[in-house]
């Protein structure tokens, strides 16, 4: 099956160790082609952030940046190229969308002031009319029921009125407005509130296939439970799986068994069905030796109701399908894109239309329509055409072994000219989270700062998730030795022959901020200069201050059961706590944090800078405006990398 590339102008984007293994060119990379790219180009926010179709197949959706950081949604007619915009109210931003159906949506806009999502609910025709049914909280949809499309299942994770619980799942109503006098939410909103468990604290939610609830995850004494709803009976039954072992990747169509991961030591990660009610599982479906299959996206076709497909990380991004015609429409798109991670983001409900991101380091990439009717493959948006023909530096995989024996992975990339005769300075990038990884795929701010002359290393350090459980999973809460990965990480890097050791940095934001300070404190004379954005810097205090409210009372619990009691584990927290081990802070350092007093690493990066810079160690700060949601922080965020780029250049010095 053959089709023809269409590729007219864009549709929507105008609105829109053992060792070291690394795959590297044997010469050096070519000569640069030009000088650094811009900061305003290559922190423009993207123009298509998320893109998803209708369920019958006739329009598209994508939240969509203007030049000044605010986010909308756009509506596309596939058939008549005509677009339909909403926007939220002039201070919010819009977040992330569902279809309910073919006609409406819902979707959050958030404000982080407040760190709260609205929800709001619009139909095409009428998207300027979109209906706030939800203002104050910090929620999550959790399910859209199908018999009941003006209805969302809706997780209040932490409640913006005094008085209310702090965290429960609601049904509500989204065409009610939530605006009333006094900006209270009415009584008509909310249809039912569910009780959770009996048992720990509820810390997911998980609906059917229809939208309906269907499980619910608690954590109590060190271990997760997974709970099964019983509509009839308006109650909860304990599902015997172990969560330890065993991770759900998805519900089945059938609305009764469960498709989950788990590790088989010698075999590697195994995907098969689960029955909660008779406890039985399923012939493995895909197995891969290597890679967590738990957070896969899983594919089911709405005319078969069978499972089609799956994408994974691995490496790259991998997509398999099982069945015809999704088989061959993956062949048709990576043919076109063969040096690409092509993935599947949804289908029509007949199965004939398909939507498709394609994209790789050295390529932001865009979003395909494969119409099986038409026999025909669209290009319907550009993710950041401005990138186009701009020097953008390939990512390299690379492997390096972890001080107690583990094989871990992660990224390098290399600036242009970089040789064993032109070595270059390494800045090690580490990632947040920490349950979050690096992927093959293009990151603006590696880019940055090979553009700059810099080596740019990514290790996917213990608590990453995607691999094995030695590495994913049994060491999830072991920060210092989470920290002693990265330090693997970076000798293995200032191994390579075009690598000048002489000049590493390390930098990070959110926990990739607090290992960099670790890497800091605790590596005297590894790195030149480190680099923070929003860390943490004293998990004692963190934790701490969980306790004292109800909403982060899980995530208090967790991290007291695993990191530590405050006020009885002292020495453990100081053990890796920058702000408590600062002293062996000596090479100069530059600090970002928010101006929101709300946020619990502001107050701790102000006494880490007053610390250092009260020993002799040079501190620069830098202070961020509120946030991700306010469109200030797209020129605070120019800002910020302008700072950076003149400080890693005086400390760093790269050769002309």
């Known amino acids: 099956m053959s089709f023809p590339m269409r590729l007219p102008a864009s549709r929507f984007t105008a609105g829109l160790l053992l060792g070291l293994s690394l795959l590297l060119p044997a010469r050096g990379l070519a000569e640069p082609a030009s000088g650094p790219i811009p900061i305003e180009e290559i922190f423009h926010p993207l123009a298509v952030n998320f893109a998803r179709l209708s369920p019958d197949g006739k329009h598209l959706a994508a939240v969509s940046s203007a030049k000044d950081g605010a986010r909308s949604l756009l509506v596309l007619d596939l058939a008549t190229g005509k677009p339909e915009a909403v926007k939220a109210p002039n201070e919010l931003d819009v977040g992330t969308f569902q279809w309910i159906n073919e006609r409406d949506l819902v979707f959050t806009s958030g404000d982080d002031q407040r760190y709260a999502f609205a929800l709001f609910s619009a139909r095409l025709g009428s998207l300027d009319r979109a209906v706030l049914f939800n203002a104050r909280d910090l929620t999550r949809i959790v399910g859209l029921p199908r018999a009941r499309p003006n209805r969302a299942l809706v997780w209040i994770v932490s409640g913006g009125r005094v008085g209310e619980p702090a965290s429960r799942l609601v049904e509500m109503s989204t065409n009610v407005s939530a605006y009333t006098k006094g900006n209270k939410l009415p009584r008509s909103a909310i249809v039912k509130t569910f009780d959770p468990p009996k048992s720990g604290l509820p810390v997911g939610w998980i609906s059917l296939e229809n939208g309906e609830l269907g499980y619910c995850y608690t954590y109590e004494n060190r271990k997760q439970t997974l709970h099964r709803y019983d509509a009839a009976a308006d109650s909860w039954a304990v599902v015997d799986l172990d969560c330890d072992r065993y991770q759900v990747a998805d519900v089945d169509p059938d609305l009764h068994s469960l498709w989950v991961s788990h590790y088989e030591p010698g075999q590697g990660f195994q995907l098969q069905r689960y029955d909660p009610v008779a406890k039985t599982f399923g012939e493995p479906v895909w197995q891969d030796p290597a890679y967590d299959l738990a957070h896969a996206s899983l594919y089911f076709s709405k005319k078969t109701r069978q499972l089609v497909g799956l994408t994974y990380g691995q490496r790259r991004r991998f ?145 990453s998730p995607g691999y094995a459980p030695a590495i994913s999973f049994n060491d999830r809460f072991a920060f210092k030795k989470m920290h002693e990965d990265v330090t693997a990480a970076t000798r293995a890097g200032i191994a390579l022959e075009m690598i000048d050791p002489s000049r590493v940095a390390i930098m990070g934001s959110g ?144 050769a002309k």
Not at 638 to 643: A, D, M, P, S, T
Request: net charge negative.
């Open 511 to 654: 926990f990739g901020g607090f290992l960099a300070m670790c890497g800091a404190a605790l590596e005297p004379g590894l790195y030149s200069t480190a680099v923070s954005i929003g860390g943490t810097f004293d998990w004692e205090q963190f934790v701490r201050e969980l306790g004292y409210y109800p909403e982060t009372r899980a995530n208090y619990e967790q991290l007291r059961d695993f990191l530590g009691q405050p006020g009885h584990d002292g020495d453990s927290f100081a053990d890796y706590s920058p702000l408590k081990r600062s002293a062996g802070i000596k090479a100069p350092v530059f600090l970002a944090y928010s101006e929101n007093p709300n946020v619990l690493s502001t107050d701790q990066s102000k006494d880490l800078a007053a610390a250092l810079r009260k020993q002799g160690t040079v501190c620069e700060t830098f202070t961020l405006t509120s946030g991700h949601y306010d469109p200030r922080a797209l020129a605070s965020s120019h800002e910020l990398y302008r700072k950076i780029d003149g400080f890693l250049a005086a400390h760093l010095r790269p």
């Open 319 to 463: 997509t398999k399908c099982f069945q015809e015609p999704f088989a061959s429409a993956q062949k048709i798109v990576q043919q076109k894109h063969p040096e690409a991670n092509v993935t599947l983001l949804n289908f029509s409900d007949d199965d004939a239309k398909l939507l498709y991101q394609v994209g790789s380091p050295q390529d932001a990439g865009r979003t395909l329509l494969l119409d099986l009717e038409k026999k025909s493959l669209e290009v319907l948006s550009e993710v950041a055409p401005w990138l186009q023909g701009k020097p953008l530096q390939p990512m390299y995989p690379m492997s390096y072994k972890t001080a107690d024996g583990l094989k871990e992975e992660g990224y390098l990339t290399l600036p242009a000219g970089a040789s064993a005769t032109h070595k270059v300075p390494l800045v090690v990038l580490v990632h947040g989270g920490p349950w979050s990884r690096d992927e093959w795929a293009l990151d603006t701010e590696v880019q940055f700062l090979a553009s700059r002359g810099y080596a740019v290393l990514q290790p996917n350090y213990r608590g």
